[in-house]
């Protein structure tokens, strides 16, 4: 739980702030030279709506197999589609995907970039659930190793009723 405090002088309103914060290392969509591989991110949705949504976009825009994980959380997932796409492409999946976390998409698109977490966050860690098969439309692969761009980031440290 953080703390704000402000002080307002005249039209002029100044605040301060504090939370508790978690380094959290995350891997990011951008590949070297420009491409990037696409990522999904659902939060509070059952994961026969991800499969579902997935499959949606499979189907109508040629995404290739995705990878499915779990972010530790019950009804939270991640997935991956590790392919070359340009950034256009990119968001237009994303629009289109249903169940897309909306909040996580849109700095997605601020960004220039998709983040998703790939550490431990409250002893919450990603696993893999599955990959659902689908044709790779001569899709230009990514190799796993390629994923070397990864960044750190803070999210709110919360402590889930541990203190």
Known sequence: MGHSWSLS????????GYART????????????????LMWDFDGVDLVDVE???RYVQEILHVGTVHVFT???????HAYALYRFDWPFVIRVLAITPFVDTAWFKFSVM?????????????RAIS???????A???LKPVHPSELKLVVYYTT?????GRE
């Open 136 to 138: 790779d439309y001569h």
């Open 71 to 77: 972010s530790g959380q019950p009804q939270h997932f």
């Open 111 to 123: 960004r220039d970039y998709c983040t998703l977490r790939f550490s431990d966050k409250d002893d």
């Open 52 to 54: 579902t949504a997935i």
């Open 22 to 37: 978690e380094r959290i290392l995350g891997i990011t969509s951008r590949l070297d030279n420009g491409p990037h591989v």
């Open 9 to 16: 002088v005249g039209p002029h309103r100044f605040m301060v």
């Open 128 to 134: 893999f659930i599955e990959s659902l098969e689908a």
């Open 156 to 160: 709110d440290a919360r402590n889930h």
